[in-house]
């Protein structure tokens, strides 16, 4: 699906998406539309039980007196609650609804709301990157897909006043855009197709962007003693590999680097200790961390990004067989730490142990923020709403929680502390890879401390967020890239040289 | 366990108990009793640090009269607090309750803070109680009955309030202990009436008199049980005349067996417990009470067992809650939020609280969130919240705040009824439980929610207690009523 800005003026074909206020008040546009229409929009708000909150939509098919197919009206609500959130509902709204529709073109016109919290032109933007989030689809398997059950829209037009300011505003956007349709398209991919050499290849592709992309296989990773992570892979065919972007975009040779790191754990059957069959399928997403910090790296180059970053992410396969990790093995960590491992489903600690030190001991980072669907028990604390945050640095968290809040990828944060950590003891190793039952994320943020030296770090749990099983008004349902906004707004308020 | 203050305990009781700071220096009372260096000498070949604490123990001391003296870490020099006055008498308690020295001194002096060691020692000195044994192990009964600790006045002074406010959570304990064939609703209402011997009002509603109140959640969750349900009013009116009132409402499960969707497994005994957010809000306003503390506040305390039987509440029923909102039960183990649900809806309706704080071994699911070392909050009003999370910090008893959110009611959204009591598969419980009690909440009214189903109950010994009933939130509401 294509998408543009264009001055507004009233369309003449095509389907259109209108705004409505809370108490069935037109904006200008719908006004406009009302008028040629003899009233029509005015009879249809009536006739129905949509009053213009926040949400609510009404269609409205080929209205007479006007040369387009079917009027969309959609509920704006009150106008000083029009934030950039209320401009993406509305335009992923309108091409949820409009997708399908029937109509090649569409326009989401986006009329000036006095009062609003936001100018037009933010409104424009935030609405066009909506309608781009909400259009993903991944369908490249779907080979007997019926014409009419497939999308028929392909070019939508944004209408404003401030066309210009709009498409300027959305162009940093639109490669955030690129960066989530990867992180999707990754997440989607099944375990046959993305396994661990396929990902990497993937992120190499990210050096036509001009990110350095390196990547360490498994010689390279026992040279380096990454004991932990290797043993997650051992047990599969594919080999493990860890890669490594970095993104130069201050342009000195000697400045300080941000870290990402994630958790690529491609398939994840939890190994000898086996998971039981039921929805194992989703165990193909077990890599959402590191298809975050890739597709955050898609976006960060896209948009030319004035900051300094380094991402690194451990991708391997866990799976039973005769050479697999056993429990009750012990491992020995890059850090030099050994760790008895209980269980083989806890696996993806393990990994991030290893990236996590390698990370922090070559770059030396301002700050290390990973991501990894790691518990289960993440999704039983907080639900589908909010990622898991754990963190050693108060500040870090309060901006990541303020960004989260902004760009509707919300994080929660969560307790830490010795008396959690002492529930990883070991009997025979420094520490061992589960915590039992309760408090089971913490103690998971515990294991991962324990690879963190004296710097600020920060671990999102987005086991809970990184698939949804329905429809939001950006994110149809499936991979949601969860994190790549979050990050990347996070780079843009804070740490990017203005 | 008897405990007094004096300007100079004796030393010659048969445990005396110095004191040593990390790093090395001792305080005066070791000084004075170190006599030809014996002490300092057990320091020196024991590995002894002084780290908050440390115990060593010396018999016989050459020179003393004392049995035996205890050396104590006491931490680091000058940052002396309440919470660590109360470890170290913990871990005196831990040390020398079964050992068989009856008599303790405590010569280290802390000034006014040997308050808060004797609180220590009083807390971590609870057993259940004794009745409970019918051939008490004399190799494990407990022996240490009295403690003089240095500090004197000033001291006793600072003991005088926080003595009602130990027997306060020991009673707590002791409720929360009590199996369920001992403690029913009937019996836990009797508790609760001898509260009226420190000035508390108590009302107990029961029978029909539930029936016509409207109190349709508590009615339901207690009608499998041959042991009528109950709600308790315990007010105690401190304060101005017509001031509002703090209120507590606990959850009183005196045994939880699932009811029709039965639990299952090793654990079930331990549902015993299940009162005790019940317990702690009792015991909060006891430990006002005993304090003749100057304000309002009322305990509400909704009691039922909920137990599987030809008459007992049936997965799919659906029932009328005292506010009007009907309710399908489509987990009778999740009851808790339904006698809650009622009592606060109650609360509010009749008492005009300032604020409503409930407290509940509410949800496994908060387990699984925050373990066992913190007790999730949930309110929607700040104010509350932060004087909860100040007041959890201050006394040892750690909040973490969960978020309360409306997009829950999808999960709880029924078929046939305006809710459904829970939601099935791999929930956050906790938050929907949290979400479905909210809806009992009047507008206006500040509220918060503690699920304590972590923190209840202790899995092992902690320093303020053994394992078992820990009286969490007795404390914490005391202090956050008193500031």
Request: negative net charge; hydrophobic residues 45%; aromatic residues 6%.
């Amino acid at each position: 699906m294509k998408i543009g800005f264009s001055q507004l003026a009233l369309p003449e074909d095509g389907a259109v998406a209108v705004g409505a206020l809370e108490g069935r008040v037109l904006t200008a546009t719908g006004r406009e539309f009302d008028a040629r229409t003899g009233g029509a929009l005015t009879r249809a708000m009536t006739a129905s039980r949509f009053e213009g909150k926040k949400d609510q939509t009404l269609m409205l098919l080929a209205p007479s007196g006007v040369g387009v197919a079917r009027i969309l009206l959609i509920g704006l609500g009150k106008a000083d609650g029009i934030d950039a959130a209320a401009a993406e509902r509305f335009g992923g709204t309108a091409v949820a609804q409009l997708a399908g529709a029937g109509d090649e073109q569409a326009a989401i016109v986006c009329d000036a709301v006095d009062g609003a919290k936001i100018d037009a032109a933010a409104f424009a933007a935030h609405a066009a990157l909506a309608a781009r989030l909400r259009a993903y689809r991944f369908d490249k398997y779907l080979t007997k897909e019926k014409k009419e059950d497939k999308p028929a829209l392909k070019k939508v037009r944004v209408l404003t006043d401030a066309a210009d300011a709009a498409a300027r505003a959305y162009a940093p956007l639109e490669a955030v855009v690129e960066g989530v349709a990867m992180t999707r398209d990754l997440v989607s991919e099944p375990a046959n197709v993305i396994y661990p050499e396929t990902l990497a290849n993937e992120a190499r592709k990210l050096a036509d962007l001009g990110v350095e992309v390196e990547v360490l296989g498994e010689k390279q990773m026992r040279k380096l003693g990454m004991g932990a992570l290797l043993g997650v892979g051992q047990g599969s065919e594919r080999e493990s590999q860890l890669v490594v972007m970095r993104w130069n975009g201050t342009g000195r040779e000697d400045s300080q680097p941000i870290a990402f790191v994630g958790k690529g754990v491609c398939f994840d059957s939890g190994g000898i200790s086996i998971k039981p069959s039921a929805n194992m399928e989703d165990m193909k997403w077990d890599m959402g961390g590191a298809g975050v910090v890739v597709g955050l790296m898609r976006a960060l180059a896209g948009r030319k990004a004035k900051a300094d970053v380094v991402a690194v992410v451990g991708l391997v396969e866990n799976m039973p067989s005769g050479t697999a990790q056993r429990p009750g093995d012990v491992v020995t960590s890059m850090s030099g730490q050994t760790i008895e491992v209980i269980n083989t489903d806890a696996e993806g600690r393990l990994v991030l142990a290893d990236a996590l030190w390698y990370t922090q001991d070559r770059f030396k980072p301002k700050f290390m923020i990973d991501l990894a669907t790691l518990t289960g028990a993440i999704i039983i604390s907080l639900g589908t709403e909010y990622a898991g945050l754990f963190s050693n640095n108060d500040e870090l968290s309060e901006r990541l929680a303020a960004v989260g809040k902004d760009v509707g990828e919300p994080v929660w944060r969560m307790p830490m502390g010795d008396a959690y950590d002492k529930l990883i003891k070991s009997d025979i190793a420094d520490m061992k890879n589960v915590g039992g039952r309760d408090g089971g994320s913490i103690t998971a943020a515990q294991f991962l401390q324990r690879f963190v030296n004296d710097l600020p770090w920060a671990h999102l749990d987005i086991a809970g967020v990184t698939w949804s099983k329905k429809d939001t008004a950006t994110t149809p349902k499936g991979a949601t890239a969860f994190g790549v906004r979050l990050l990347d707004r996070l780079v843009a308020d804070h740490y990017e040289e203005k | 366990m008897r405990v007094a203050f004096s300007a100079a305990p004796p030393v010659d009781a048969p445990a005396v108990a110095v004191g040593v700071w990390q790093g090395g220096r001792a305080e005066p009372a070791f000084q004075r009793l170190d006599g030809d260096g014996a002490l300092s000498r057990a320091v020196a070949a024991g590995r002894f640090e002084g780290r908050e604490g440390q115990l060593l123990t010396v018999f016989a001391p050459p020179g003393l009269a004392a049995g035996r003296v205890v050396i104590v870490g006491l931490g680091a020099e000058g940052e002396m607090t309440p919470q660590r006055a109360e470890r170290l008498g913990g871990a005196l308690a831990a040390e020398l309750l079964c050992s068989g020295v009856t008599a303790l001194s405590v010569a280290f002096d802390l000034g006014p803070l040997a308050a808060h060691v004797a609180v220590g020692l009083r807390l971590r000195a609870w057993r259940p109680p004794a009745e409970l044994r019918g051939r008490p192990d004399p190799e494990d009964a407990p022996t240490l009955a009295e403690a003089t600790l240095a500090g004197g006045d000033a001291a006793a002074a600072a003991y005088r309030r926080l003595d009602g406010i130990v027997d306060s959570v020991l009673f707590c304990r002791d409720l929360v202990v009590a199996p369920g064939n001992l403690l029913t609703p009937a019996t836990f209402a009797e508790h609760a009436l001898q509260s009226r011997q420190d000035g508390v009002a108590v009302e107990v509603l029961e029978g029909a008199r539930l029936e016509r109140e409207g109190l349709g959640l508590l009615c339901a969750v207690g009608r499998g049980s041959a042991q009528a349900p109950r709600l308790v009013v315990a007010r105690w009116l401190g304060g101005a005349a017509g001031t509002a009132p703090w209120v507590f409402v606990g959850k009183g499960i005196t045994f939880d067996s699932g009811g029709i969707s039965i639990k299952h497994g090793e654990h079930v005994h331990e549902m015993k417990g299940d009162m005790g957010g019940a317990a702690a809000a009792l015991g909060a306003l006891r430990a006002l009470a005993l304090q003749h503390a100057p304000v309002n506040a009322v305990a509400v305390l909704a009691l039922a067992e909920n137990m599987p039987s030809g008459n007992a509440l049936r997965p799919g029923d659906v029932i009328r809650a005292y506010d009007g909102q009907t309710v399908e039960v489509v987990d009778t183990d999740a009851e808790g939020r339904l006698v809650l649900a009622d009592a606060v809806a109650w609360s509010c309706a009749t008492l005009r609280p300032r604020a409503v704080i409930d407290l509940a071994t509410l949800t496994g699911a908060v387990v699984v969130t925050l373990g066992r070392h913190h007790a999730g909050l949930f309110s929607a009003d700040e104010p509350l919240a932060k004087a909860l999370l100040g007041a959890g910090a201050a006394v040892g008893e750690p909040l973490w705040r969960l978020p309360l959110s409306e997009s829950h009611d999808e999960a709880l959204k029924s078929d046939i009824a305006d809710m459904r009591n829970c939601a099935w598969g791999r929930a956050p419980d906790a938050l929907h439980a949290a979400r479905f009690l909210q809806r009992f909440v009047p507008d206006g009214v500040p509220w918060a929610h503690l699920d304590i189903a972590g923190v209840a109950d202790a899995t092992e010994a902690h320093p303020l207690g053994p394992k078992g009933p820990t009286g969490f939130g007795v404390r914490l509401l005391e202090t956050l009523v008193r500031g």
